[in-house]
Each structure stands twice: as structure tokens, then as C-alpha cells.
Nanobody, 125 residues
């Protein structure tokens, strides 16, 4: 129903910043709750951030609070993840995920029906 494409990944030094974009097509993005997940090499995919349909509610894992900001521009069918003060532990493939319904298990991968292909973020000096 909706297709997602992540862009903006790359190599950045510790302390640097990067902005990821998740662009949607096929449906109005305002119909979807959107989350960012990441998966580091050899580790399970983990929740990073959530934004509700209107953009008025957000949530983050503790390790990124104060450093990452999730936002959306529904007119552009895009959700962003602004990442500041990046650390080597932030290195991972970052995925955006969407679902038409918000539920209490929004930190679980199984709560999302739609996924992008992922974009690599590498934080290294």
C-alpha cells in the first residue's frame, strides 16, 4: 500500500550530525505511524524513534534522547531523523517502518507492515 525509501546515510565523525529521510509513495503519509529502527552488525534490530500521524507525539530510546529528533512533513510525504552528537555505537543500518495503526507495542518490529530498504550510517574517526 505504501512504499518507503530511506536516504541520507553515510560516514560521519564522532560528534557529527546526519539527517536521514524516509520518503513515502503510494498513500498519503499522514495515514501512517512511522518509526525508525536500526540494526548494527551482529545485533538484533532495535527501535530508535517513533512519530505519530500528526507529528505531535514522539518517543525515543533512552540512548538517543537529547541527540536525535524525529519529525515529519506530511505535505512532502517524508519523515526525518536528525541525528546530532553521533557516537560510534550509533553505527548501524537504519530502517524506517510504517503502519496504519498505532499500538502499544510500537517498539517491536512486528508492529509494522511496511519497511524501507535501509541506509547505512557509520560513525568513525
Amino acid at each position: 500500500q505504501v512504499q518507503l525509501v530511506e536516504t541520507g546515510g553515510g560516514l560521519v565523525q564522532p560528534g557529527g550530525s546526519l539527517r536521514l529521510s524516509c520518503a513515502a509513495s503510494g498513500r498519503p503519509f499522514s495515514d501512517y505511524v512511522v518509526a525508525w529502527f536500526r540494526q548494527a552488525a551482529g545485533k538484533e534490530r532495535e527501535f530508535v524513534a517513533l512519530i505519530n500521524k500528526s507529528g505531535r507525539t514522539v518517543d525515543y530510546i533512552d540512548s538517543v534522547k537529547g541527540r536525535f529528533t524525529i519529525s515529519r512533513d506530511n505535505a512532502k510525504n517524508t519523515v526525518y531523523l536528525q541525528m546530532n552528537s553521533l557516537k560510534p555505537d550509533d553505527t548501524a543500518v537504519y530502517f524506517c517502518a510504517a503502519d496504519s495503526v498505532m499500538n502499544s507495542d510500537y517498539r517491536r518490529t512486528l508492529s509494522y507492515d511496511y519497511w524501507g530498504q535501509g541506509t547505512q550510517v557509520t560513525v568513525s574517526s
